[in-house]
């Protein structure tokens, strides 16, 4: 009797499981809940490799309630998020920060809260302070090296200039280009390049709130561009699967699980939810 039923591969410890069931990556049925194409189908080779030592009935029934409940919290996340932007274009009609790539209502509503009034940010550098987009520097010896990001203001603030930055690094063709660079360059690693793209664009952040202008969009030349333009550029810039395979390769096995300190992960990352119920508190206050 032919069995199916769905897992996913990030959630195994098994390695010989995981071994055996990625060979058949390409019967994927992606259910949504591992943000990429990690849930896949299990064929009757590994049905009958575990044959009764599984209970694959009980194991699929398991993950449609998981799917049933992301598909229920992605609704409310919907419904929150329409909220927000209502209540955002309430508070800050024709807010500049939207026109920022990787900045929607809940990353603009975040912004306004933990930034606040600009003037009483004496100068830039007193701004890159508090979103926390500043470079740590030691001195050893008459030599000065720049490390990890100071992790001293707000951690949503942080996240969330992160988000956008993945986001900017997609469209903007000079933020396309730095991190390329960091990246294929100069070895960096991912979340070191998307730092150093998050400090750029935090200085664009401060020059349209205080300017009250919109987002400009530049060439490689600083000449100005359209947004398509902007996009078609950025997107030749890309470092596409290939190059990150070898990059990772040249860095060495470890490469892949190396994070930089200063960036904001797990151990001080909130969850959509805690992002989106303080994006609304922010959103809605007076």
Sequence with gaps: MSTTFYIVTTSLQDTH???LLCRHRHNTHHLGLAGRTDTIFADDAAAAFYDGLVDFDALAGEFQIAADQHATIKSQVGRLEERIAALHAEQYPDDVLLSVPGVGPVIASMLR????????????????????????????????????ISK?????????????????????????????RLMVDRG???NQALCAVASHLVRRIWAGIREDRLYQWRDLDDQPITREQARAIANGLAVDRATRHRLRQQRGPDASHSRQPGAPHDHD????TDLTEQALEVASSP
């Design 152 to 180: 001293v203001g707000p951690s949503m603030l942080r996240w969330s200039l992160y988000l956008a930055a993945d986001t900017a690094r997609k469209w903007d063709p000079q933020l396309a280009e730095l991190y390329r």
């Design 188 to 190: 960096r690693h991912h």
């Design 269 to 272: 990352r909130p969850s959509p």
């Design 113 to 148: 809260g933990c930034v606040g009034n600009l003037d009483r940010f004496t100068n830039l550098a007193a701004f890159q302070a508090h979103t926390d987009s500043v470079l740590r520097e030691s001195s050893s010896g008459g030599s000065e090296r720049r490390g990890e």
């Design 17 to 19: 499981w995981r071994g």
